[in-house]
């Protein structure tokens, strides 16, 4: 498996010549750093929920033009969709799909506490080994898993729940993300006090920067 990162909670899964992209959202274009067409053409496309630094339409229509992509979401974003002239295909928590080669779990992850109206909000495990949780430090189901990708930044996030969330799931490996507001120079102390906190109990830490990726 490899995985890219493209800013925030954008994740790309390679698998083979198969391509599965995770919540391609305003923020990972905002700057400018990156362009959708930079992502290139995918096979499977999955978002978390409704907000729309998870959920750009123009974004995802620009990346289904490069080629047509299954999209999955739940049934929140799905209506949304519809409205936005996207196909998709709905996906429910407690419910498995294999796509394109892509073995896909759904979990029910209720949004982090925000001042405002929550959004239905829903975790995806890949092949068992990847969990991208979207806004949520409450999988419901899910006891282990491999790699997690774990936000350590928002307006409902502490970085301290969100190592407690990750240690509670026993990773071999974390990938940080939801982290687009966090300035440069103090992205750097929030990463390097993750990875001193999850190193102790045996889990590596992997920033991932446009242009890298990580094979595990």
């Given amino acids: 498996m490899i995985v890219k990162k493209f800013l925030h909670s954008c994740i790309l899964i390679e698998e083979g010549e198969k391509r599965l992209l ?27 929920h409704k907000h729309p630094d998870h959920y750009f339409p123009q ?4 990346i289904l033009s490069l ?4 999209v999955l979401a739940n049934h929140e974003i799905g209506a949304l969709m519809e409205q936005d002239g996207i196909k998709h295909e709905k996906i429910s928590p407690n ?14 992850a209720p949004h982090g506490p925000i001042p405002a109206e929550l959004p239905h909000n829903l975790a995806f495990a890949i092949n068992d080994r990847l969990l991208q949780p979207g806004d949520s430090f409450d999988v419901h189901g899910l006891k282990e898993i ?3 990708a774990l936000p350590i930044a928002g307006p409902w996030a502490r970085v301290v729940d969100a190592l407690h969330f990750a240690k509670s799931l026993k990773p071999s490996h974390v990938i940080p993300i939801h982290d687009a507001i966090i300035k440069d120079f103090m992205l750097e102390r929030m990463y390097a006090m993750c990875d001193g906190k999850l190193k102790a109990d045996g889990i ?3 920033p991932i920067k446009i242009g890298e ?4």
Avoid: Q, R, W
């Avoid at 080629?67 to 299954?70: E, H, I, M, N, V």
């Avoid at 419910?95 to 029910?108: H, L, R, S």
């Avoid at 990726?213 to 595990?216: S, T, W």
């Fill in 59 to 62: 974004a995802l229509k620009t």
């Fill in 67 to 70: 080629k047509p992509a299954k």
């Fill in 213 to 216: 990726y990580l094979e595990l």
């Fill in 95 to 108: 419910e498995t799909k294999t796509v394109e080669g892509f073995k896909i779990a759904a979990y029910e």
């Fill in 22 to 48: 995770m919540d391609p959202g305003t923020f990972s274009f905002v700057e400018g750093k990156i362009k959708p067409e930079d992502i290139g053409p995918v096979d499977v496309i999955l978002i978390t």
């Fill in 146 to 148: 491999e790699i997690v």
């Fill in 204 to 206: 590596s830490f992997h």
